[in-house]
């Protein structure tokens, strides 16, 4: 007898897997430099700039300049560093930041070709869960590599990443518990599916601030960027990481971005749906769900250019006594309203 | 025996009471909106940057820019005379003058002796403008040239002819007043 982890939904040939696999991962590689200069554009127009605009038409090859800047740089690494895990450190937290982009929903499943082919990378009954395995498979990047480089302030970041990402995932889960209850189903197209009266921005709004919280710390993102706070740290985890390596680093940290801003789109913003019952034809979803994560996106960009740096006690106050509680109230008044009405 | 502090107390007026609870919570919320509306009115202010190789801040007519020296419009003879005043004046030590005497033949300068050879390190100078106060003879004046960056060091040292040739006019000058 054979147990299964998780039911995992296909509908597809295996070579339609495969090419459909090889799309998704090439959306998110377009996705990284797209949000590298968003980032820098709006960030420059929010400080009255207008950020990088030398290369290319209005500065829009400035990231590719910067990869092939950075990739053609000198493989140097210190001597007190550990070796392999040096390297294999930026290579873990890309591909756990790509192996949960491929669960992000773009659309239901489309006829293309003849072929039924579900817009997603894969459909899992375990959703959430499968995002946070591979969250806390990034979080081992960025340990070994803050660890592996034998200096004292990348050791230094990555002892605060791993305080604060382990924090911070717990109110971040619990925010989706919220969403799951409401939705009865763990599987990503069925929440976005259980969506279609309602997004469940509306009634899950306090889980989906928690979320959003949760997910700037949990992305390092400003005001929670102690993992690679440049006045105290140098750079954190990744300050003895130069070229191909940092540029991994990188492409991790901006790809984790773009996961959680699908995954916020999926979970509260209603996925592939149009708002108000407005029906389109299925490819039309792939660029709603674009859309939605520059939106998150922006936000993520609007916050850095507002908020500053939190003390470090105050983080963990923050993730301990505050979003918990509240994440966890969230979850018991969820289950309250929705075994009432039930 | 406990010690007494007796005078060495010193009394500590605390800052408000820490707001905790629902009440901080909101608090922070309205104060983290309130922060997002003063940047996002940044974003619709526009931007302030001048994009600089291709535009210039026009400079003021008194600005301080690199040195020109000049000759006489009607003879066409140089004012300098050569008496290294401003190499005196220098406080950096840039300006090298090495004086020679006219002759009836060749007739350089006004007076009675020239300067054969005239250098200013301009990577050394400060643009402190004290030569042009020390000519007697007003024949070193600031120009308002401020590019003057260069690939090599010993670029930088300008002699007699480039300081006397016309600078390209590569610098607006802002109108009196503006």
């Known amino acids: 007898m054979t147990r299964t982890l998780a039911e995992v939904g296909f509908s597809e040939e295996w070579w339609i897997q495969i090419l459909k696999a090889l799309f998704f991962a090439l959306v998110g590689l377009q996705l990284v430099p797209l949000v590298l200069l968003t980032e820098r554009k709006v960030l420059g127009r929010f400080q009255n700039r207008y950020g990088p605009n030398r290369v290319g038409p209005f500065g829009a090859l400035t990231p590719v300049a910067d990869i092939i800047k950075l990739l053609s740089k ?81 050791f230094l970041g990555s002892m605060r990443a791993a305080a604060q990402l382990i924090s911070y995932e717990v109110a971040q889960g619990m925010a989706l518990v919220g969403v799951v209850i409401t939705a009865q189903t763990m599987s990503l197209t069925g929440i976005v599916h259980a969506q279609e009266g309602m997004w469940y921005i509306v009634p899950q709004i306090v889980g989906f601030l928690i979320f959003m919280v949760a997910s700037f710390a949990e992305t390092n993102r400003p005001p929670f960027d ?46 592939w749906l149009l708002p108000f019952g407005i029906t389109a034809p299925g490819w039309v979803g792939f660029f709603v769900v674009i859309a939605k994560m520059m939106i998150f996106v922006i936000l993520f960009i609007w916050i850095r250019a507002t908020l500053p740096r939190l003390r470090y006690d105050q983080l963990m106050a923050f993730g301990w006594k505050v979003l918990l509680p509240l994440a966890t109230l969230n979850v018991l008044v969820t289950a309250i309203v929705v075994v009432a009405t039930d | ?137 007003d024949a070193i004046t600031m120009g308002h040239d401020f590019e003057m960056s260069d690939y090599n060091r010993s670029d930088l040292i300008f002699t007699k002819e480039m300081l006397l040739a016309e600078p390209p006019e590569r610098t607006p000058l802002r109108a009196e007043g503006e």
């Open chain 1, 74 to 154: 000198e493989q140097f690494r210190p001597r007190t560093s550990v070796g392999w895990l040096f390297v294999i450190a930026p290579i873990l937290s890309i591909t756990a930041a790509f192996g949960a982009l491929a669960l992000i929903p773009y659309g239901d499943i489309v006829d293309i070709g003849g072929y039924p082919v579900g817009l997603y990378g894969i459909d899992v009954s375990i959703g959430p869960l499968y995002v946070f395995a591979f969250g806390a498979i990034a979080f081992y990047g960025l340990m070994l590599g803050g660890w592996s480089s034998g200096s004292k302030y990348s």
């Open chain 1, 226 to 271: 102690l993992v690679e706070a440049d006045a105290e740290l140098v750079g954190g985890y990744n300050t003895e990481f130069g070229g191909g390596k940092f540029a991994l680093y990188y492409f991790a940290e901006y790809m984790n971005v773009i996961v959680i801003s699908g995954l916020a789109t999926t979970m509260f913003l209603g996925g």
């Open chain 2, 1 to 137: 025996m406990p010690w007494d502090p007796g005078t060495d107390v010193v009394q500590v007026t605390r800052g408000p009471k820490q707001a905790g609870g629902a009440g901080g919570f909101y608090r922070a919320f309205g104060e983290t909106l309130r922060g997002l509306k003063t940047t996002f009115g940044q974003l619709t202010e526009g931007v302030t940057t001048v994009q600089y190789p291709e535009q210039k801040i026009p400079v003021y007519p008194r600005f301080r820019g690199r040195h020109r020296l000049h000759k006489f419009e009607e003879t066409g003879l140089e004012k300098c005379v050569g008496c290294s005043l401003c190499a005196a004046a220098c406080p950096s030590d840039c300006i090298r003058v090495v004086a020679a005497e006219n002759t009836p033949e060749n007739r350089v300068s006004a007076g009675e002796r020239y300067a054969a050879v005239y250098e200013i390190n301009l990577s050394r100078c400060i643009f402190c403008g004290y030569c042009e106060v020390a000519c007697p003879f």
